[in-house]
Structure formats: structure tokens, C-alpha cells
């Protein structure tokens, strides 16, 4: 059945009273009154991408309509996967003027429901468009389009001494990255994906092609304008399709060492990192793990690690700047009762260090299987990094839920990994109670309640809380201006 309630306006607003999640205001000829896409428009899109890259089957929707995360999301209608920008405009055209929402996915490791259809509508998985564009060494900045994942960037730049440094701990889609303003472990030193980006090519919702910077640009800085690119990073899919992003690159250092210490206290692992920042040493990499995350690691990743508060850290530089970095962050750990310092110089070694890291996630899920996790991400000044972890720690064990925390802490950026029964509707609950609190404490210290993870469908209240009255209307009037029909990954961010 289908039926446009442009034209009859008053049942729109019943059925819209009825079911809010399945009507907008907008035209559905598109759509029967299920939300089901109709036979003609799925034929539409097959006839923009072919046959074979269009699914409607349930098992592929249910897939892309969930991430990593505890959301409880629905799935898209359909899911399409164009090979070029030109179908991405011209399927963003068509879903615009149809009135069908666009739901853009990456890799789907988002940790706040980014992928969620909450009004159904077409999924545009950019992941076979995969290929790097332009590699620009002598400038330090490559080209690529969205589907290339870090890992395989950094596999490609492996002979050029240049490697693109944002390093969030799934293998995610660059442009996904864009899209959730996503950091890593280093970005202590090279900063986040906003500091590595310099232009985009979006495909705005009714098709147009914008490129942020202009077309082809990759200079080292600009005052030209206004910043759009600024704009789309972090934009978390609500504004247009990023179909190519121009990233800066940095030469690989010469040496590199890595190393892990234990601490009595949490107390006296965050204070040696605010002191090793206030002494101005260049590390490229401080992470903090909680007991329970190095209890977790040590199993999943068969370290033999104290299980206490620890520190993992890594500096680049020359021999020589390296010794001085490792002297004086010896100097600064010792004085606040480190122990068990292990070195790692060779790369394997290195590796197998931060391939444990990254595998924080996993180990934790470990400790329980059948639950999923959830991941607070709050952000606050360094100076007041202390007394919110410290005081957080306390919580955690008394709030009865199980979890550990890790922190990117040189960036004053720390995670509550909280195991949940997603069969369990209290302790859901409780989880979403710990996330609100903790967020709050962390605005009321001049923090903000997302570092790298986003809005999503989870933080918007604290959004709110965050920005103040002034700064979501302008935040609306922008949306409003790129996406007047409210089309891009409805329900997201506002
Ligand atoms: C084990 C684990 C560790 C993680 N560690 C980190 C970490 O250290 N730091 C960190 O920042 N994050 C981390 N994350 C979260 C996640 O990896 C990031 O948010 C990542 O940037 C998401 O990329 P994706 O390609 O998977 O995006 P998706 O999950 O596919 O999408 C996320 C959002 O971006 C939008 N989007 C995706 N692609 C595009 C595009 N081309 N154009 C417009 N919008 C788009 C989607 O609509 C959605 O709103 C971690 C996740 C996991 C599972």
C-alpha cells in the first residue's frame, strides 16, 4: 500500500500522533504504511547501483542497524552499496526527494547508535569504496574515500617513512572517523581526527557535491571562510555523506620505546601523567588502565602484567631525545611509587603491548560472556583529571555494576567499560543513571560529557546541558539549513 500524506494533512498528523517512529511530516509515496520501503523505489535504487548491491533481506538490515554499542536500534529498510560518488549523489537525490531517510555506515563500530534506523529508511554502506586516491608525500597528505579503514591506510604508507596517526581502537572507516570526531591513543601528540583533517568531499542530502575546503586543496592551514570542514567532522552522518577525506600524514619517528608501570593508586597514576605533561615531555602515548582492565588483559592478551593501576607509554624522537623523555618520565613515575617498568623497544614487542590495548574492549566482554558493553566518554581538563577518575573508581565498585576503565589520559579522556545483561531492563537502567551522573560531573568540572565517541542517540540531553540554549538553536539552524526535510540519520546528535 502507499500513499502521500502531503496531501492529506490531517490524517498525516493522526497517523503521525499514532506512530511517531514510523511517519515524519514529510511525503511517503516511497513508503507503504509499515515504513517498508515500495517495490518501485527499491527498484530505483537497484537501477543507480545494480542489482547485487541492494539488499532488503532482514538478516543484512538487522546487521546495519546496530553498532557496538547497548542502543536498542532498529534496522533500515535497505541497505545499498554504491562504488562511486556519482551513485552516492544520485541515491541521495532520490532518497531526498522521496522523503525516505539516509542512514550513512561505515564500519559499524560506533559506540552511541549512530547506525540506528529509528525511522527506518535507506542505509548507505560506503565500505566498497575503498580505494586510496592520491598520495601526496613531499606534503605529507593523502586522499581517500570513505570505506579505507586506518589499518589499511597505514598498511599502504608502510614504505613511504609516513604514517596517519588517529588510532581508535577498531580497525573503522576513515570517513567514519571523520564523522564521529574519533581519537586515539596517540592523540596526546598528534592530536585527533579534527587535527588531521584537512578537506572533505561531502555529498550534501539532496545530492549536491560539497568539498569543504575546495577542490583538490591540501595546504597546511587556511583562514579562508568559514570552516566547513570544522563542521563536518563530528557531524555524525546528520548533514551529508563524506565520500572522500584529505588527511595529514606524519614521518614515522626515528626510534621509538614503549613501557608499562604499576602504581599503588589510581591517585598516583594520574597525577604522575598530569606531571609528566606539566613538564612539557613529548609522549606520544599515555594510557591508563585500571586493576580490572589489566586483570582482563593479562588473560585475553597473555600478559603477565602486575594487576594495579597502570600507566602504558611510548615516545618517539632520536635516540637521543628518547633517553632524556625516558629518563625524566622515570623520574616523575618513581617519585609517585611506580613499579614493575617494562621496556619495549623492538616492534614486536610494541606491538604485542598495544594490540593488548586496543583489545581492552574484548578482554573486558571476556570477564562475562553474553554481555555487551557500554562505554562512558567524558573529557575534562587535565588539571581536574585526578579527582574524577579517583572519585569515578570509588563509584564503579560500589555502584554494583561490573567493569573497568581506561583512559586516554594525556588528553584528560577516560572510559567506564560497563558490562550489561542485555536481557536486564533495571540494570540497563542503572548503566544509563552511572553514564548521566558521570557526565554531569564531568560538565560541572568544565568538561564535556563526549570526547571522541559522539552524541549518538545516547547524549543528547547532556548535549543540551553542555552547549546551553543558544548553542543547540544555532546547532538546529544549521541542520535546518543543510537538511531542511530532516532526512540525514533522523533521531542523531539533536
Ligand atoms: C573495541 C572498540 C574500541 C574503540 N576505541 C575507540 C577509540 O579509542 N577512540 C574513538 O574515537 N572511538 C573508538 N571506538 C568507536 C568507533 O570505532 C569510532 O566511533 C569510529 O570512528 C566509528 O567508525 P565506523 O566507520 O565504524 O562508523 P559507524 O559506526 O559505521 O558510524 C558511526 C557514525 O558515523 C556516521 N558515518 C559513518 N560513515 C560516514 C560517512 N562516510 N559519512 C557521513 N557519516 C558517516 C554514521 O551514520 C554514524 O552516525 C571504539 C569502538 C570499539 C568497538
Redo the contacts with the bound molecule.
Sequence with gaps: MVLKLTAVPAMASLLRAAAPGLFSWRGYCSRGLQGELSKGFVESLKAIVGSPHVSTAVAVREHHGQ??SIHRCQPPDAVVWPQNVDQVSRLAALCYGQGVPI?????????????CAVQGGVC?N?THMDRITELNTEDFSVVVE??V?RKALNAHLRNSGLWFT????????????????????NSVRYG??RDNVVNLE?VLPDGRLLHTAGQGRHFRKSAAGYNLTGL?VG?????????SATLRLHPVPEATVAATCAFPSVQAAVDSTVQILQAAVPVARIEFLDDVTMDACNRHSKLSCAVAPTLFLEFHGSEQALAEQVQHTEAITQQNGASHFSWAKESEERNQLWAAR?????ALLALSPGCK?Y?T?VCVPISRLPEILVQTKEELKTSGLQGGIVG?VGDGNF?CILLVNPDDDEEHHRVRAFTKKLGRRALALHGTCT????I?LGKRQLLQEEIGAVGMETMRQLKVMLDPRSLM?PG?VL
Design positions: 553498532d557496538e542512514i550513512p555506515f561505515g564500519t559499524g563500530t560506533g559506540l552511541e547508535g549512530g547506525v548507505i560506503l570513505p570505506g579503514t588517529v588510532d581508535p581502537g577498531a580497525d573503522a572507516s576513515i570517513c567514519g572517523m571523520v564523522a564521529t570526531g574519533a581519537s586515539g591513543t585527533t581526527i561531502v563536518f557531524s555524525e552522518g546528520t548533514l551529508g555523506l563524506i565520500t586496543h583489545n581492552a574492549w574484548y558493553g562505554s566518554d586516554h572510559h570526547g571522541e565517541h559522539g549518538g540519520n542523531k
